[in-house]
DNA sequence: TTTCTAATTTGCAACTGATGCTAACTAGCA
DNA sequence: TGCTAGTTAGCATCAGTTGCAAATTAGAAA
């Protein structure tokens, strides 16, 4: 995603309003990593702008989303999250704390279709699941047997 | 998913009653290759048995999948998509009429994570999106230009 | 067969995440 | 300073799913 002052530019380009909601979330989504849900987003912003509605977020997000601004990443739990990373890349999900990390997309092999019947392809994610290391840490506690299979090695 | 036949085996072993209800579900599920939705499945069910609850094919699909007879797909659309198929395998999503056709392993390259920080991988889950072949076909009538990028070849 | 009861089914309430609708509000221009 | 198209916020509503408890029943025991 741009930063906050390309993003103001493109929006008052294509006559769209500079709405201090529109502003804040333009500065809690700049370069955060974290993939963060609607809700989420909406318990800091509140902070920052006590009374914004949870329903501006969703249209604001919607609105980045369409722009190309923001990725949608739904790994099929819970609540959708949004990714101002709009590189190409796939997604590490920690079981345990719902954590997302970027997985660049050199770290695992570009995927495509060798066989199948005639499917055509627009886009490919990959996401792997497994426990990230502070979650592995703490369970330590846990029988040996029951580790998680592959540990990825820098 | 095993066969019916061996389903009702292992529910018997277990104590579980074989109801009219889960034989029904068995029979259906059985070499399903649609990734039917628990929705789309209480559609097929209540032909057969009229009365069947809603309920209860969410209760049935839920102690299979406990039980590690089916697996859960969520490509991110709409309801949980349930799938007998539990043999490693990913999956090919149309984005036009939302048809799920599986991806055989061997058709795209093993993943496995280079980098990263540490995580213990468990699983890896890749979605190929576009268009299957049908939809192609309807889609003429669309600008050249916006085709799908990669037709895959068998 | 009949009886018994733990397992199961069912209906309905409730819940989460998200979107539709629209009256009230406001950024930005005239 | 006023105007107004664009925006926000509140609330209703929706889809998918799960919680709960009363009614039902598979299957073992008598
Ligand atoms: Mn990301
Ligand atoms: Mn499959
Ligand atoms: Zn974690
Ligand atoms: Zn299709």
Redesign the interface.
Known sequence: MRSPTELAQVFRDKQLKLTPQRQLLFSLLHQNQSHPTAESLYEVASKQMPGISLRTIYQTLGELAEMGELQ?V???IGA?RFDPNIADHHH?V??SCQAI?D??I????K???????????????????????QC?HKQQFKSPGS????????
């Open positions: 949608l739904d790994v099929g959708t590490f920690c079981e990390h997985v660049d050199l770290s695992a092999p995927m495509s279709l060798q066989s199948g019947e005639g499917f055509a392809v627009n886009e490919v994610g990959v996401v792997f699941r497994g426990h990230c290391n592995n580790q998680a299979k592959n540990k990825a090695s820098k």
